[in-house]
C-alpha cells in the first residue's frame, strides 16, 4: 500500500511541478510617438494597436517576446498622416546574460513620404541598451 502511495504522490508531483512550454498571446495598444532622427528629426505621433505573444520555457521563464503592430501617426512639422507597422522580437536569456531587441518600422505617409527603419539593440545584464545595427530608408 505505501508503495501504491508513493507512486501515485510521484506521478502528482510530476505532472503538477513540470509544465509544458508556453506561449500567452495577448492585444496591446496605446499611444505612439517617435522622433525620426534618422531622416528628418521629424515628431510622429498617434495610437496604436496590435498583439504580443509571450513565449515561456518549460521552467516558467520568458525566453521571448514577439509584436506586431499597427499605428496611424501624423507629423507634428507637416500634419502627413503615416500608417506604420511594426515587427519587434525580444530575445530573452538567462539572468545575468546580454539580452537583444530588434524592431522594423514601416511609416508610410498620404504625402508621399516613406521611411522604413530596423534597428537591434544588446541589453548588456546591468540593463544598458546599445543599438548594434541601426538603417533607415528614407524617401
Not at 509544465?19 to 495577448?26: D, F, K, L, N
Not at 517617435?34 to 528628418?40: G, H, L, P, S, W
Not at 510622429?44 to 520568458?62: I, M, W
Request: hydrophobic share 35%; aromatic share 16%.
Amino acid at each position: 500500500m505505501k508503495v501504491k502511495l508513493l507512486i501515485a504522490g510521484l506521478l502528482v508531483s510530476f505532472f503538477t511541478f513540470s509544465s509544458p512550454a508556453q506561449t500567452v498571446v495577448e492585444k496591446i495598444g496605446g499611444f505612439w510617438e517617435r522622433t525620426m532622427y534618422e531622416c528628418d528629426s521629424d515628431y510622429l505621433s498617434g495610437e496604436f494597436t496590435g498583439t504580443q505573444a509571450t513565449h515561456f520555457n518549460k521552467d516558467g521563464y520568458v525566453e521571448w517576446v514577439k509584436a506586431t503592430v499597427k499605428a496611424e501617426v501624423v507629423s507634428k512639422r507637416t500634419g502627413e498622416v503615416f500608417k506604420v507597422s511594426q515587427f519587434s522580437r525580444h530575445v530573452i536569456n538567462q539572468p545575468g546574460e546580454t539580452n537583444y531587441f530588434t524592431f522594423h518600422q514601416n511609416y508610410v505617409g498620404n504625402m508621399g513620404t516613406h521611411y522604413i527603419i530596423a534597428v537591434t539593440f544588446e541589453i548588456d545584464p546591468e540593463g544598458n541598451w546599445t543599438p548594434i545595427k541601426d538603417k533607415a530608408k528614407c524617401f
